[in-house]
């Protein structure tokens, strides 16, 4: 299943502005008051504010180089 909204009161969909306009996974995380989204065949999780603005990305860190590329994040889940 492919997320095109994370927002349902947005008239433009939150997935036009990711890879293959689709969001994979989203989750709420309640102990940093933030939604995390991964892209479909995405590298990175986005962070985003309770207003769906933009924060910060996470990448994965592939041990023993400091490189990202080739790398693809099939799914998340949150726990605290």
């Known amino acids: 299943m492919?997320?095109?909204?994370?927002n349902p009161?947005?008239?433009?969909?939150d997935s036009l502005g990711?890879?293959?306009e689709q969001v994979a996974v989203a989750?709420?995380?309640?102990g940093i008051n933030r939604l995390l989204s991964l892209d479909a065949?995405?590298?990175k999780i986005s962070v985003f504010n309770m207003k769906c603005h933009h924060q910060k990305n996470i990448y994965?860190?592939?041990?023993?180089?400091?490189?990202?590329?080739d790398t693809?994040?099939?799914?998340f889940a949150w726990s605290e």
């Open 2 to 6: 492919n997320i095109k909204k994370i």
């Open 9 to 13: 009161n947005k008239i433009i969909p």
């Open 18 to 20: 990711h890879n293959n």
């Open 27 to 30: 989750s709420y995380a309640p």
């Open 41 to 43: 065949l995405g590298n």
């Open 60 to 69: 994965p860190k592939i041990e023993g180089t400091n490189e990202i590329r």
């Open 72 to 75: 693809i994040i099939m799914g």
